[in-house]
């Protein structure tokens, strides 16, 4: 494991704040200065301002709700803002990634085998959706849940339609794009897509761009 990566899981703190910990000679490991991109093993002993560090430290789980016009990654791309420019905790990992135009509830953690128990494709765990559109279905068109997509097989699990504008959807799978290359088959084109609930975790009133803590059970 990287050095400001420990750091960053321990002190609950971002790999540039660490990196910067390392550069002002604040951190040691076997009782010498640390140093900028080193990797360390379980057996080394790592010190920042005299508090030794946990290499199993206990995982952490959050919700997230994620506004539109934000991307999901650790890495900056172009001129688009990144989920962590909002959090500023990149040691997490994170799981069902939204695309920028997107909305609503993430997970984040540091435990990367709960999030792929989650959103791992062959445990078909349920993710709702809003999803807003353009302009109605025509009169008389049935709306397609199940397509055929340049060789991908697209499904909607549950479809409810709440007025002529609004529809509540239900997937257990994860493909790109999914939604909304199903509405852009039925000749629909989306204006928000939100997703309020994966599995047992639920959006309810996280204000957008905030992080809420919470624990789980086994």
């Given at each position: 494991m990287r050095l400001n990566k420990l750091i960053a899981q321990n002190l609950?703190?971002?790999?540039?704040k660490a990196d910067d910990l390392i550069s002002s000679g604040d951190v040691l490991v076997n009782r010498k200065t640390g140093k900028l991109g080193m990797d360390i093993k379980s057996?080394?002993?790592?010190?920042?301002?005299?508090?030794?560090?946990?290499?199993?430290?206990i995982h952490e789980y959050f919700l997230f709700y994620k506004p539109k016009g934000y991307i999901c990654?650790?890495?900056?791309q172009g001129n688009s803002?990144?989920?962590f420019d909002l959090i500023d905790m990149d040691y997490l990992?994170?799981?069902?990634?939204?695309?920028?135009?997107?909305e609503g509830l993430m997970l984040l953690s540091t435990d990367g085998d709960w999030l792929n128990s989650i959103f791992h494709s062959r445990?078909?765990?349920?993710?709702?959706?809003?999803?807003?559109?353009k302009t109605p279905l025509r009169k008389g068109k049935k709306f397609k849940r199940n397509i055929n997509h340049n060789g991908d097989i697209l499904r909607i699990k549950n479809l409810k339609i709440i007025n002529?504008?609004?529809f509540e959807v239900t997937l257990n799978t994860g493909k790109n794009h999914e939604i909304r290359r199903i509405f852009r088959f039925n000749g629909l084109d989306i204006i928000e897509l939100k997703r309020v609930k994966?599995?047992?975790?639920?959006l309810n009133n996280i204000d957008k761009g905030n992080l809420v803590k919470i624990e789980i059970n086994g």
């Open positions: 609950d703190i971002s790999r540039r057996s080394d002993v790592v010190e920042v301002y005299g508090q030794t560090l946990k290499h199993n430290k990654s650790h890495e900056q803002p990144t989920i990992k994170f799981g069902g990634r939204l695309d920028k135009e997107s445990n078909k765990v349920e993710k709702k959706y809003i999803v807003k559109v002529k504008y609004t994966v599995g047992k975790y639920k």
